[in-house]
């Protein structure tokens, strides 16, 4: 089943602990991104990458790291994790940059205490 | 900076009427415009988009109206059904930022029986 999977679902961290949330996607596209939903706010693009080994950044970067080392894996990574990164964050994916369909993850609620 | 405007945020209509939610968008040289539907606990996912070089596009009840001049698109969905609850959203991407997509705040269409 083509999909885009993202691991955990759910995670409950504390102020400055470290974490990574996987994306990975079956579809073999080229484009990947990540994005935060926020209440009011609709969805926010923190990252985004074109294909393997380039990334760029969002709307919304600070705070957050990628990586694109493989075509299929596009991980997020929160060096220091703080209570306004508590969110629910979204990965997508699309076969190619323009002017086509994003395939979204199920989500990861985030929450920083 | 580019800005998606989306209105109204919630929206509760009668089973069987017409729902229709507007966005203006900042950036003149935006060609691309998707509506995405997320559905409770889930990711979104594509319904309907439109390109630039046309003025209208029909899906079954749905339908898209792009309007450039005024930088304006709307979604209007006939004969709604309780299956169409749902936070709706639009979202704007072209030439300057094709490699990004903004999207708007969201609306939250209930449909009441």
């Known amino acids: 089943e083509a999909q885009v999977t993202q691991n955990p679902r759910y995670l409950i961290t504390v102020t400055g602990k470290k974490l990574t949330v996987t994306c990975s996607q079956n579809?073999?596209?080229?484009?990947m991104s990540w994005y935060r939903q926020d209440p009011g706010l609709g969805l926010r693009q923190i990252y985004y990458?074109?294909?393997?080994?380039?990334?760029d950044k969002g709307d919304v970067p600070e705070g957050y790291k990628v990586s694109r080392k493989e075509k299929r894996n596009f991980p997020l990574i929160l060096e220091s994790p703080s209570p306004n990164q508590t969110s629910l964050y979204f990965c997508?994916?699309?076969?190619?940059?323009?002017?086509?369909?994003?395939?979204f993850g199920p989500g990861t609620r985030l929450t920083v205490l | 900076g580019e800005n998606v405007e989306q209105h109204p945020s919630t929206l509760s209509v009668q089973e069987g009427d017409s729902a229709v939610i507007k966005c203006t968008y900042s950036?003149?040289?935006?060609?691309?415009f998707p509506w995405y539907k997320q559905e409770l606990g889930k990711g979104p996912q594509l319904i309907i988009d439109?390109?630039?070089?046309?003025g209208e596009k029909k899906d079954q009840r749905i339908a898209v109206t792009l309007n450039k001049t005024a930088k304006h698109f709307s979604l209007h969905i006939t004969e709604t059904q309780p299956e169409d609850s749902a936070v709706y959203f639009c979202a704007a991407s072209g030439k300057s930022s094709a490699s990004k997509i903004i999207f708007g705040s969201g609306t939250r269409l209930s449909i009441r029986p």
């Open positions: 439109i390109r630039s070089n046309v």
């Open positions: 950036d003149s040289a935006s060609n691309y």
């Open positions: 579809m073999n596209h080229e484009y």
């Open positions: 997508a994916s699309s076969p190619r940059v323009f002017y086509n369909e994003q395939f």
């Open positions: 990458s074109m294909n393997v080994e380039v990334t």
